[in-house]
């Protein structure tokens, strides 16, 4: 027996077994830890992290213009006119306070409360990270009537703090250049920054933001005075809504200050966005669970004050009062606590209660001063509760039928033998046909498929018992086994790679899209968990003689085919519309297999901006989705006609 391959006696562990990273040698070597990951996600996240010291600087009074600028190779600039980052010698490093904010970890003026009552960024470790992670970095500090600059490189200091010449007023300037080595991508898409740094100056009412692209000329600016009040108009703009003007307030209750703005509108979705210290907080938090359970408590409490709600009725829930409900809920605080790196959720126990307190008084002191628009919402949401009931009996049909959460899978589910959720995955396939060639061409140990006939609903204009009424949805929900909605429990589920298989073709697309709209509405988790999937079937198969090459786009075939014409040799290419027309090996082989696969995770960068996309796509008006069409027809990569 070869004993060099058996694991090392736990005797001979010791401490010259442990490795100790500095700080920038534990970023570079572990970059996902601090901005979630390499491509361009995280690419992103080091301009942003730059913009919100800027940020931080305006929420404290002192800035109220940012620049940011991308550059032609793909270097970034930031230009506030805050304060200036401090130059002199911080007492426990013995370098400039500029130096130790950019090179030392959790070193930062956002700790101790005395500079900055709230701030976003990365746990104070923004600034260490961007510069970690940077080919190069120069920041120039307007202060004290001069200009200092320093220059790095891989976050390692390669000049002194320099005065390089004389300052009109105060400000700092952060320009760098991700690395090469780090990220597989140094493009920048302006379109998703620009929707960030919009959603931000949203929630900063006065700031105004600029932001130039130099590979492309386009240059945007925002600023609104009117605040959140913006921007639930905006996330409203192609709905018809029940209260014409948005109920906004806003109050500070000790250090923290709490902003709400609510509007609603005809839909059945809940469309409510949180955000802590300007950080969007995708999974929510104790601040929306404040504002929900006050939510429901004064609208129960108005309507029995006035009669619209009888004594002998049961209140409405959380259901009733969120469906049609936009809302923006915006706290600032001191010391947030953000569960998880990427800070998908606010974790503060004493923000629940503060976010609570705010919204009882205040929506309930509008509701007396504006009683029509409370009639009008309140209306909305009795309409909600007649529908929950009738959603109620429809679910217990389907319950007494054995086809939902009865513990009986549906018989066109083709399950793996697999019980561990994380090695299981499920297909979901267009058509019976290829439903036949993946059933017969995957591994069944743990890859279970699931055929779907036909388009499945359009959720987005359908009420919650239609939904629960249409069988491929039923289906769909029994196999995943993990619920729907608020009864949406990822520990539930079944499978940990729900993929989505769709043909390459205009139907294929609408398949999927319509399969999207239902997983954001109703099981959004599944897709924060990173558990949704698409996958990527071939588009041409290119035959030369005995040799058989698969490519998934245009760009792949033209060099096959051109790599071909060079040897002179002949080529056959022959276009899968559907995956119908691959054999059960043919589709193990380009789709299935996790050896040669590929596969796209659907992600949420945005959720403003998701939820404008599908209610414009999917929703009932047709205008704002002929608009749509025309700004984007000529961006359409895949157009089958």
Known sequence: ??????????????????????????????????????????LHHLAYEIAYNSVDEAMGGFCDRILVIIHKDNSVTVVDNGRGIPVDIHP??????????????????????KTYQVSGGLHGVGSSVVNALSEWMVVTVSRNGKQYRQR??????????????????????????????????????FDIIAERLRETAYLNKGLEFRIVDERTDRELSYYFEGGISGFVRRLNRNRTVRNRQPIVFSKAVNSTVVEVAIQYNDGYTDNTLTFANCVNTIDGGTHLTGFRSALTRVL???????KVLKEDEPNLVGEDVREGLTAVVSVKLAEPQFEGQTKGKLGNIEIKSIVESVVVEELGLYFEEHPDDARRIIDKCLTAAKAREAARKARDLVIRKGSLDSGTLPGKLADCSEKDPSLSELFLVEGDSAGGSAKQGRHRRFQAILPLRGKILNVEKATAEKMLS???IRTLITALGAGIDEDFDTARLRYHKVVLMTDADVDGAHIRTLLLTFFFRHMIELIHEGYLYIAQPPLYKIKSGKQEQWVYNDREKDQALAALKSKAAKADVQRYKGLGEMSAEQLWDTTMNPATRTLLRVTIDDAAKADSIFSVLMGGDVPPRKAFIQAHAKNVKNLDI
């Open 1 to 42: 027996m070869d004993k060099s391959a058996m694991p090392k006696n736990t005797n001979d562990y010791s401490a010259a077994d442990i490795q100790v990273l500095g700080g920038r040698e534990a970023v570079r070597r572990r970059p996902g830890m601090y901005i979630g990951s390499t491509d361009q996600r995280g």
């Open 92 to 113: 426990t490093t013995k370098k400039s306070a500029l130096e130790t904010v950019l090179t030392v970890l959790h070193a930062g003026a956002k700790f101790g409360g």
């Open 152 to 189: 790095y490189e891989r976050g390692i200091p390669q000049t002194e703090l320099e005065i390089v010449g004389e300052a009109e007023g105060t400000g700092t300037k952060t320009s760098f250049l991700a690395d090469k080595e780090i990220f597989s991508t140094l493009e920048y898409d």
């Open 300 to 306: 129960n409490d108005w309507g029995h004050r006035n």
């Open 470 to 472: 249409h069988e491929e």
